[in-house]
């Protein structure tokens, strides 16, 4: 059973950069598709981008150019890379890998935009 952790939450200012980590265990993720979701305090959690098997990436509007979301194979880790960011930014950060039917999602890694 795939397990992830997220880390590299943290709290940053406006303007401010963070690198996230999604580490995988207890399969190789490779083959599948990984996507980065955010949840706002009294908000739905919604889609922020996808990076495919193959290392192609998706981004949701209100992100792209700010976020790069990224994979490392070898060590079964993927990443988003958030600059410029923002207090709308705030959130808790989770990420999802979808193997055959299962969604399996890490804790989650707070991420607080604020001065």
């Known amino acids: 059973q795939v397990q992830l952790v997220e880390s590299g939450g943290g709290l940053v200012q406006p303007g401010g950069s963070l690198r996230l980590s999604c580490a995988a265990s207890?399969?190789?993720?490779?083959?599948?598709?990984m996507d980065w979701y955010r949840q706002a305090p009294g908000k739905q959690r919604e889609w922020v981008a996808r990076?495919?098997?193959?290392?192609?990436?998706l981004y949701t509007g209100s992100v792209r150019g700010r976020f790069t979301i990224s994979r490392d194979n070898a060590k079964n880790t993927g990443y988003l890379q958030m600059n410029s960011l923002q207090p709308e930014d705030t959130a808790v950060y989770y990420c999802?890998?979808?193997?055959?039917?299962?969604?399996?999602w890490g804790q989650g890694t707070q991420v607080t935009v604020s001065s």
């Open positions: 999802m890998v979808t193997v055959r039917t299962n969604n399996y």
């Open positions: 207890g399969g190789s993720v490779s083959a599948y598709n």
């Open positions: 990076i495919t098997s193959g290392g192609s990436a």
